[in-house]
Antibody
Framework: QLQLQESGPGLVKPSETLSLTCTVS??????????WAWIRQPPGKGLEWIGS???????YSNPSLERRVTISVDMSKNQFSLKLSSVTAADTAVFYC???????????????????WGQGTVVTVSS | DIQMTQSPSSVSASVGDRVTITCRAS??????LAWYQQKPGKVPKLLIF???SLQSGVPSRFSGSGSGTDFTLTISSLQPEDFATYYC?????????FGGGTKVEIK
């Protein structure tokens, strides 16, 4: 059974770079049927998609965060990672990693929805 | 970019009530809409994908409908465990986007 687990520092100083890793277990990150994503949720607020990556390294990011976001994949470790630069208090949130299928030329892989999520990790931006 | 608007932002209902939540996309997304349930302090859970397909293990009192720009999530008979916040999400194209959420509260 596929599982995702986020890891990384729980406290980051303003202006620094937030770095998180999501480890995939029970399956391969190199599956051609899925994208891997980061989603965040500030305290008391809704869900925000940060970005997604395919095993080939192809990425898509939220335009509101694009200039600060880097998402990468390490197939040898079955992991993908998030870097968010120049953080401020507004970046304080629970960060989730998740799996999502996709559709291409009328054929769909998986559910084309975030069907498996990590447990989430709290990241606080504070000096 | 596609914007997702949910209404209402909150609804008060009693056990046994029928509850309907609406999600509107700023442009057509075919049937590529998902619904999630999130309870306080918990991970979001996929309920519905492709607008109307029930995720495995989700009770049949949950149903989804719609296509294009207008979608609904219906809970046919609200149960105590259904009090939560519900989010829609468009999966038609990047950038992906969630709606603002609808909190279903106990009346």
């Amino acid at each position: 059974q596929l599982q995702l687990q986020e890891s990384g520092p729980g406290l980051v100083k303003p202006s620094e770079t937030l770095s998180l890793t999501c480890t995939v277990s029970g399956g391969s990150i190199s599956s051609s049927s899925y994208y891997w994503a980061w989603i965040r949720q500030p305290p008391g607020k809704g869900l925000e998609w940060i970005g997604s990556i395919y095993y080939s390294g192809s990425t898509y990011s939220n335009p509101s965060l694009e200039r600060r976001v880097t998402i990468s994949v390490d197939m040898s470790k079955n992991q993908f990672s998030l870097k968010l630069s120049s953080v401020t208090a507004a970046d304080t949130a629970v960060f989730y990693c998740a799996r999502i299928g996709y559709c291409d030329n009328g054929y769909c892989y998986g559910t084309n929805a975030f069907d498996i999520w990590g447990q989430g990790t709290v990241v606080t931006v504070s000096s | 970019d596609i914007q997702m608007t949910q209404s209402p932002s909150s609804v008060s209902a009693s056990v046994g009530d029928r509850v309907t939540i609406t999600c509107r996309a700023s442009q057509a997304i075919s049937r590529w809409l998902a619904w999630y349930q999130q309870k306080p302090g918990k991970v979001p859970k996929l309920l519905i994908f492709a607008a109307s397909s029930l995720q495995s293990g989700v009770p049949s009192r949950f149903s989804g409908s719609g296509s294009g720009t207008d979608f609904t999530l219906t809970i046919s008979s609200l149960q105590p465990e259904d009090f939560a916040t519900y989010y829609c999400q468009q999966a038609n194209n990047f950038p992906l986007a969630f709606g603002g959420g609808t909190k279903v509260e106990i009346k």
